[in-house]
């Protein structure tokens, strides 16, 4: 993954994904990446473990 990859971030309360992200930066010296909240560009003040973010899944409809 490289910055600008659309992603889903673990959800620490129940643990699912939550979709809507993108990669800002990755943090080389730690492995661990910045997110950055796509409705409004913010970038997330927290770091986050590669494991805890997944490239984001493509919806399939119920027709397809």
Do not use: C, Y
Not at 31 to 58: C, H, M, N, Q, Y
Request: glycine share 6%; hydrophobic share 35%.
């Amino acid at each position: 993954m490289k910055p600008g990859t659309h992603v889903e971030v673990r959800n620490s309360f129940d643990q699912g994904w939550s979709r809507g992200f993108e990669i800002a930066e990755i943090v080389e010296e730690s492995d661990k990446l910045r997110i950055r909240r796509r409705s409004d560009g913010a970038v997330l003040p927290v770091t986050f473990e590669v494991d805890d973010v997944r490239e984001e899944r493509r919806r399939k409809m119920w027709w397809v």
